[in-house]
């Protein structure tokens, strides 16, 4: 487990309970979903940009435009995604290999073509933070965005965007659609390569790979806590103050899931649905995961279209993950053809 959510989880028996100085977890479900949809919850903490990636003062509202006109583009159906990248065999990094299958989908579903160097731009600014790294994922995203006519740069110009907003839009889109799919896809191969039963079952029916996805997305949130600062005050928190919340913790609430630390992907299969508050992997109110559907959508298929000719088999396994991303660090796994 991460460190630091091991922490907050001995302070979650508590919800509502001050963990730093100005920083409240928030842990019961009703009150999540209840503060998340909080107009004054719209911004995460810690929203800085540099003047790279600037919005400008006006930087939200012509986000939320932004997220607006891409809605349509952003739904998926298994028709409609196709792999790109295949698997490799032998031993690999399976957050490596997770991240290049997923994010080949990604860009294509963003540009509506095939662009390898700026995948590769991405895991660079992502791997480093540097603002070199920033301004070179930006002006490479620029000129692709000066010539394109496809995908959502043409789509964001119909909208009336200007470039530098085409090119901030494109630049988020792609750098959250690569690490945090990955880290999920690279738990599916954990999960389906330590339980050979579930993953003969996930072999034969794609029914059961979507659950393996949903379940492996309640177990391991890659975005395991989402902080917010309060625009006004709600309640008694005051304006400016800290909200954090967790899926990770929230997911394993024995209350909302029975046997919360077991890895059941059956759970899913009778179609019933947890409470919002109590599930929430890609995060609830204005600000959710504007690409969840694609995700969960990409996710099936390439776990499927994978395990339909290769076996996977656990190599070595994953180190408690640091940070902001809750990934399986140093996962190896045998991929058998
Ligand atoms: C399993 C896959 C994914 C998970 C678990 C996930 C989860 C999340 C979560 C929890 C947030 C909210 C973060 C916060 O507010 O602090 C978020 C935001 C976002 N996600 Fe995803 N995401 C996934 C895949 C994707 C994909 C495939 C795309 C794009 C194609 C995408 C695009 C975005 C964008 C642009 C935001 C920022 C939204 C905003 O700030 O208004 N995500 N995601």
Request: glycine letters at 6%; aromatic letters at 6%; charged letters at 20%.
């Amino acid at each position: 487990m991460n460190p630091r959510a091991a922490a907050l989880s001995a302070a979650a028996a508590r919800s509502g309970a001050e963990v730093e100085p100005g920083v409240w977890l928030v842990t019961d479900p009703l009150a999540t979903e209840r503060l998340l949809a909080s107009k004054a919850a719209l911004a995460p903490r810690g929203d800085l940009r540099t003047e790279v990636t600037s919005w400008g003062s006006d930087g939200l509202a012509t986000w939320m435009a932004v997220r607006r006109a891409l809605r349509p583009l952003l739904s998926a159906t298994v028709e409609t995604v196709e792999p790109v990248e295949k698997i490799n065999s032998g031993v690999v990094d399976a957050m490596g290999e997770a991240v290049r299958l997923v994010s080949a989908i990604n860009v294509r579903h963003v540009l509506g073509e095939a662009a390898p160097g700026l995948s590769s731009l991405v895991d660079k600014e992502l791997r480093s933070r540097r603002r070199r790294a920033q301004r070179a994922t930006f002006e490479a995203i620029r000129q692709h965005v000066r010539v394109s006519g496809t995908g959502f740069p043409a789509h964001l110009r119909e909208h009336g965007f200007d470039e530098r907003t085409i090119t901030l839009a494109v630049r988020t889109m792609l750098l959250s659609s690569h690490n945090v799919p990955g880290a999920a896809l690279a738990w599916c191969f954990h999960e389906v390569s330590t339980r050979p039963d579930v993953q003969e079952r996930a072999r034969a029916e794609s029914r059961f790979c979507e659950a393996v996805v949903r379940e492996v997305l309640r177990l391991h949130p890659p975005v395991w806590q989402l902080p917010r600062q309060l625009a006004e005050p709600v309640g008694d928190y005051p304006a400016g103050a800290t909200l954090l919340f967790s899926p990770y913790l929230n997911q394993r609430d024995p209350s909302a899931f029975a046997e919360p630390d077991e890895f059941r992907p059956q759970r899913w299969l009778s179609g019933a649905r947890p409470a919002s508050g109590s599930y929430f992997p890609f995060a609830l109110g204005p600000r959710f995961c504007p690409g969840s559907q694609l995700a969960l959508t990409e996710l099936t298929v390439i776990l499927s279209t994978v395990l339909q000719s290769h076996r996977l088999v656990p190599h070595r396994a994953p180190v408690p993950s640091r940070g902001v991303l809750h990934a399986p660090r140093k996962l190896r796994i045998c991929v058998e053809s």
